[in-house]
């Protein structure tokens, strides 16, 4: 015999789902809100590490030191000397150049994409510059010290066997698709209408381009162009590798070069005992390159803020 539901267990029932549904929807934001707040935990505690870390740092060795004089021995049983400047020249040097590489060649392959290639081929040209993104860095690195050094030498005798040159180049290559991408974005992003208009008003297709698309979609040009040099900044391994560890305060681009990033590299690989002066240096590079690439970030921002065209 079955059993019967009365009406007062079905209200009581369908109460009970009622507050579990309420419940769940109540938990859900605050779900949310953790998974949101561990980006924001995960940064301060790197930028509280740094800042902590640096302090030990400059207990020891003054501001005035770190930043205007030029040599750098941070391993020196004698007498160690601590200066930022012959790392951030190497990284100025490293990252001009692959610019000068990147912005050329990936301002010029975003027209391409975006004006003058058909669908077909951007189909497939497209992800295969992409492709050039996904190459581990490392693989980078050994590229230019095993062939594009080699073969600059044959051009330049003078060039040192690790230099800022090759690195130089090569991290040019690889942001090329990051460059490109933007960019290509950027003009895409420019209504058809504009373009018709400067056609109808007699203007070839390289005026439009020149005139009409790239002025319009200048803020993420101009975007593209500040990411990829803090993109060229934090690069690691690729200088690491081929630009050499010669702490000197030049810019021949010829001869080897130390970046921010390859000198912590090299002084978290053991050289240096933990709790040294030394040890401690490396907070304060590393302090400084995220000040600089967090400047290069905001500017990029306030770039596309400013500049930005609204269609």
Known sequence: MSKTVGVKDLIQKKDKLSKMKSGVEKSIPVFLFCLASISVLTTVGIVSTLVYETFLFFKDVSLIEFFTTTELKPLSPVEPKF????????TVM??????LVAIPIGLTTAVFL?????????KVLKPLIEVLAGIPTIVYGFFAFTFVTPLLREFIPALGATNALSPGI????MIIPLVASLSEDAMNSVPNAMREGAMALGAT????????????????????FVLGISRAIGETMIVTIASGSSKNFTFDITQSMQTMTAYIVEVTSGDAASGTTAYYSLYAVAFTLFVFTLLMNM?????SRKYREAY
Do not use: D, H, N, Q
């Not at 200066?83 to 190497?90: A, D, F, R, W």
């Not at 297709?205 to 593209?224: D, H, N, Q, W, Y």
């Not at 500017?299 to 770039?303: G, N, V």
């Open 83 to 90: 200066s930022i400047l012959p790392l951030l020249t190497g």
């Open 94 to 99: 490293t990252s001009l150049v692959a610019m």
């Open 114 to 122: 975006s004006e003058y290639a058909s669908p077909a081929v951007r």
């Open 170 to 173: 090569v991290m040019g290559i």
């Open 205 to 224: 297709k390289l005026e439009v381009t020149l005139r009409v698309v790239i002025p319009a979609a200048i803020s993420g040009i101009i975007a593209s």
């Open 299 to 303: 500017f990029a921002r306030y770039i």
